[in-house]
């Protein structure tokens, strides 16, 4: 069965850095295009970070230059390195990945950035 397990996330201070891991399992991710979502309360939910199968990655506007997307094929996880934390990056952080026809979703995990 195809599982996504989100962790690290939690309390830092504005400038602080964070590190978020996504760990698959029951398929290979680097097969596939694997991507971090979050959702604000009130707020529309965000295309944060992507990286594909030949290790391509992109990101929204509001996070280049501050947060790294990465993975691990070894180990089948895929991480957001997260500096220079700012209050408008608080909200649950989703870990994503399209295998046609289905969309696969973690848990999520909470990051707070508030001093």
């Known amino acids: 069965q195809v599982q996504l397990v989100e962790s690290g996330g939690g309390l830092v201070r504005p400038g602080g850095s964070l590190r978020l891991s996504c760990a698959a399992s029951?398929?290979?991710?680097?097969?596939?295009?694997m991507s971090w979502v979050r959702q604000a309360p009130g707020k529309l939910r965000e295309l944060v970070a992507s990286i594909n199968p030949g290790g391509r990655s992109t990101y929204a506007d509001s996070v280049k230059g501050r947060f790294t997307v990465s993975r691990d094929n070894a180990k089948n996880t895929v991480y957001l390195q997260m500096n220079n934390l700012q209050p408008e990056d608080t909200a649950v952080y989703y870990c994503?990945?399209?295998?046609?026809?289905?969309?696969?979703w973690g848990q999520g995990t909470q990051v707070t950035v508030s001093s």
């Open positions: 994503n990945t399209v295998i046609s026809p289905r969309s696969y």
């Open positions: 029951g398929f290979t991710d680097s097969n596939y295009t």
